[in-house]
């Protein structure tokens, strides 16, 4: 309690609680928090700096003591951007700018990885930090602000050492490759157009930074990078996916329908898979159904055997099997829809992959797609309609059960007439009424309310995979662990380990990795219009989608 106590104290720069405890005795060196981090450290992280003087001046604490991860006092006044402590700390505190923590980082990466550029610049110009150090995994600073999309530490970092702009890690990522896969497309038009960066460097398994944009679902980082680059769409990684494969396994679809629509093929990889095999393995129907009727071969096997209907089926994605067994046997004509009004709507949306997806494209998967179910006048069946709504409720089994109830429902028998008026008296209550609680009743609290963004995740997850219990452990199905190909979920994003992460001053790290969805990586660029046509010599949102519709 006591030891709790005193760090309390630090964090809220309580000195009086501090005093009192040093006059018990109680505070020394040898306290610790469990992750082996002094009051130095609390005070430091918390910007206290008169409580971190007296700790180290009256108190004699030690100013570079370490946590349990090698982290000193400055690497946590770095990590949480308190300038005014990091800079007593090297300058009184004996604490050095070239210090490392057990993973290798320095106070530079650290402010480069949490986006602090006041930091990064007092570091570069006055302290001889070395952004040319690597840690243990082969990051550099330029690789931490990348990956953050700090591009004002990247213009002081590539500013001070222009060499590294196209340093790999040992994972083989180069600066340009993180800002991909995390879609800072201002920070890929920086690289490539002002610093000489190399967009066709790969990754030690083959991955180029269009690769990951698709992976992740980076539409206008792919379009830029396809309009000003020489990257191509046939680009294949280790083994042999395309941006397609990327793409169809994590279900971005507008990402796979642009692609489809600027010419990319179907192909399979090394292992003999497509993208369609990716997209049934992952439960991803909307993908599935975009490349059926794009005249993807259902029949195709990869080097284990197995169609896509099988490794959906394997994976317990029991709509997506379903849909993938009921069109298999069916002519390519019969699985081509005609685009609706609604298709066409959506198409116009900001995050719809900048141009309209394919004339083929499947509308009945789009969320905004309705049907209708208005009966044709008179007698007569329009068989063409006929066959347009049973192939709708073959790709959608859920509508056509509702609807099979509704059609049963309105053939049944006709409803009674209505009751006599005055309606009868009800009968009495078989129980007394409940007394009333006495007054000092405690009401029970309203449940809180869960976010709109947490429910519409939900929502959304719930619609792309539609799971049952995976027959995996079925010794009689499918084997797919004797297999030697990997899944298709590779990030390289570089990390500082889970002591900083609970330091302060990153709110997306405690809301856990997620994958940034097309349409909000489209309005967050869209809210940054104004800062993109600031900057020299890039190209704005606007001038992008120009060039794709031209």
Known sequence: MVVEKAFLAARQGDIQTLKVLFAEKVLHKDVKDPLGASPVHHAARSGKLTCLRYLVEEAGLPGNCLARNGATPAHDAAATGNLACLQWLITHGRCKASDKDWSGATVLHLACRFSHHEITDWLLKGQEADPRVPTDTGVLPVHYAAAKGDLPSLRLLLGHSPGVVNTQTKNGATPVYLASQEGHLEVVQYLVKDCGAEPRIRANDGMTPLHAAAQMGHTMVIVWLMSFTEVGLSDRD???????????????????????????????????????????????????????????????????????????????HAQCAKYLRTVENMSVGHRVLSRDPSAEQECKQPDSGVSSPPANYDSCSSSNARRSTAPPAGNHMDPTRTDMDSYMDLLNPDLATAAQRKDEGNCASPSPPPPAFPPPRPLPARHPAAPPPPPSYTAPSTPADQASAEIYLQVKSNLRHVEKDTPRNNPDRLRRADSNRKSRNFNKQPSTGDYYKALGSDPAEHRGARAMVPNEQVSRLALSTSTQRQATGTYSAERILLCCRN
């Not at 990402?255 to 049934?280: N, Q």
């Not at 993908?287 to 490794?311: E, P, S």
Request: charged fraction near 20%; proline fraction near 3%; aromatic fraction near 6%.
């Open 238 to 316: 280790g083994d042999g996916a395309t941006a397609m494969h990327f793409a169809a396994s994590r279900g971005h679809a507008k990402v796979l329908s642009w692609l489809l629509l600027h010419g990319s093929e179907i192909a399979p990889d090394c292992w003999g898979g497509t993208p369609l095999h990716d997209a049934a393995e992952n439960g991803e129907l909307e993908c599935c159904q975009i490349l059926v009727v794009n005249g993807v071969d259902l029949g195709l096997r990869d080097k284990d055997g197995f169609t896509a209907a099988d490794l959906a089926e394997y994976n317990g």
